[in-house]
């Protein structure tokens, strides 16, 4: 199937006094000229565009004819008809050709005047882009074989609509997953696959939560997560964080009434420290005394690159209160948008009503890929390869923030993750910093943007996972260090 130009008007007999094919090709001319079209893109066939506008096909024919002799489209015969390259910067449009004659009469031909720009595609992959994977690492050909595999056989579950709670194999092969490596006992009836983390957030405040709820928040913490909570009408206490993870008691003071807890017990994001066991006692006391519930959000906790990995807080929850969340995007990609919520027993029918109301994960075809590939064990020695690797790049920034910084930059010890917290001397704010480095196309943030308080020290968080050598590594803080305010 081509590109369409805006057919939602419909072309009229005698539309602006022109005839119809002069219309036609005022609209593949525009939409060239605004990007709408753009070099490379198909055009559909004559015939096929002739039938949808129930036109003759000569009409389209002539229309056709003066783009391409234009030199607009390119016939590349059974191929297609394509926009032709070197056209359609949206900045600057393409010089309007002249009208038509008296008669309506084709202008005559022209090249159109300007050399043509592509527009700048999004850098998918910045220095130091916190939350991103190793994607020059991920097992692609493996990857594009299982999904191609499931794309053919595409059978009649593939095409009808897919269960809002997820596809079921997947929904087994995750709390089969759980069990093993998160210490999680669980049915796949409680596992609901959702669209990211904020789908499963968006799951939770429907269904258990109300807008206008009070809930703690880790200050600092993970700043997306925040900004939909708040945005989903959420009343976030901000409860701070020390070298155990969240301050348990801080919160009971502050709001003990809350009725949730949204808390990273495995990494505690931004800072790192896992959430010391007496600290997980007593949350999960808290929210057994007051009936509330705790988000574990264990966006990461694959990614232990020492020791033993520490078991998720839910393996300790016998009353049902921790709604559990993982998500695909740091151990497979993030591009997928797939993440699940773990939910206790008797509140899996709750969800999964829900879950019928809304948009849910998508297609199948996709989560059935996740599936084979967790299943054929893939997925444990992507795990396997990554640990090592993470551990070798966050060597490589280390090693090249102590080289230029030295003692200008603190880099405590963090036993997992896939960012860097790099903190400032007392006194130097961070935000200054930050922004001069993204104005030079570095993606460091701001760890006071991540704060809800203000407080210090302030810090840079940097990714690590795709510098795949030292130098590139080096190359990056040394850019970082020539945006440096001057101490
Ligand atoms: C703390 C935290 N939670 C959750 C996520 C996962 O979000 P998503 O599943 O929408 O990619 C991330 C990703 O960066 C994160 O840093």
């Known amino acids: 199937m081509g590109h369409r130009v805006d057919l939602q ?37 004559v015939r096929s565009l002739a039938s949808e506008l129930n036109l003759a096909r ?31 910067n949206p900045a600057e449009p393409i010089e309007p050709v002249g009208p038509a004659g008296a008669d309506g009469s084709a202008p005559a031909a022209r090249a159109p005047r300007r050399p043509a720009q592509a527009p700048h595609p999004r850098d998918a992959v910045r220095p130091f882009q916190p939350g991103l994977p190793a994607l020059d690492a991920f097992p692609r ?65 429907r269904t258990v939560l109300a807008p206008g709820d ?31 993870g969240l301050v348990v008691q801080a919160g009971e003071r502050r709001a003990a009434r809350a009725r949730f807890a949204v808390v990273t017990p495995t990494h505690q994001s931004p800072t790192g420290v896992p959430l010391a066991l007496p600290r997980r006692m007593a949350l999960l006391d808290w929210a057994v005394r007051r009936q509330a519930w705790i988000v574990e959000d264990d966006y990461d906790g694959e990614f232990r690159h020492h020791g033993r990995p520490i078991p998720a807080l839910k393996s300790l929850d016998r009353d049902g209160r921790v709604l559990y969340t993982g998500t695909f995007s740091k151990v497979l990609f993030p591009g997928l948008r797939l ?23 998508g297609s199948d075809l996709l989560q059935a ?96 996972a795709n510098f795949a050598t030292p130098d590139q590594a080096v190359e990056a803080v040394r850019r970082l260090g020539a945006v440096a305010p001057v101490p």
Do not use: N
């Open 369 to 464: 890929t996740v599936a084979d590939f967790m299943e054929q064990g893939h997925f444990a020695r992507h795990l396997r390869r990554m640990r090592a690797l993470y551990a070798q790049r966050r060597g490589y920034l280390v090693d090249a923030l102590r080289q230029t910084f030295g003692a200008r930059l603190r880099v405590p010890p963090q036993a997992g993750g896939l960012h860097v917290l790099a903190l400032l001397p007392s006194g130097q704010g961070d935000t200054a910093w930050a922004a001069a480095a993204r104005a030079q196309g570095l993606a460091v943030q701001a760890l006071s943007d991540w704060r809800m308080r203000p407080s210090s020290p302030g810090g840079l968080l940097m990714g690590f």
């Open 214 to 244: 009070a809930g703690w928040y880790e200050d600092p913490g993970y700043l997306q997560g925040r900004r939909f909570l708040e945005r989903a009408g959420m009343r976030l206490e901000p409860v701070p964080v020390d070298g155990e």
């Open 58 to 88: 000569g009409t389209v024919e002539l229309a056709y004819q003066m783009l391409a002799g234009e030199g607009y489209f390119l016939a590349r015969g059974p191929a297609g008809t394509f926009v032709a390259p070197g056209l359609g």
């Open 9 to 45: 008007h419909p072309i009229s007999p005698r539309g602006q006094g022109m005839p119809i094919y002069r219309q036609l090709y005022g609209r593949y001319r525009d939409a060239i000229a605004t990007g709408k079209l753009r070099a490379g893109d198909r055009v559909p066939s």
């Open 141 to 205: 050909k493996t990857w594009a074989r299982l999904a191609g595999r499931r794309l053919r056989a595409l059978d009649a579950a593939a095409l009808a609509y897919p269960d809002p709670a997820g596809y079921g194999p997947l929904r087994h092969a995750i709390a089969a997953y759980l069990g093993i490596a998160r210490g999680i006992a669980c049915a796949p009836e409680q596992v609901f696959v959702t669209s990211g983390y904020r789908g499963a957030l968006e799951l939770v405040c």
């Open 339 to 361: 993440a699940y919520l773990v939910v206790p027993a008797p509140q899996a029918g709750a969800f999964r009503d829900m879950a019928g109301h809304l948009p849910g994960p």
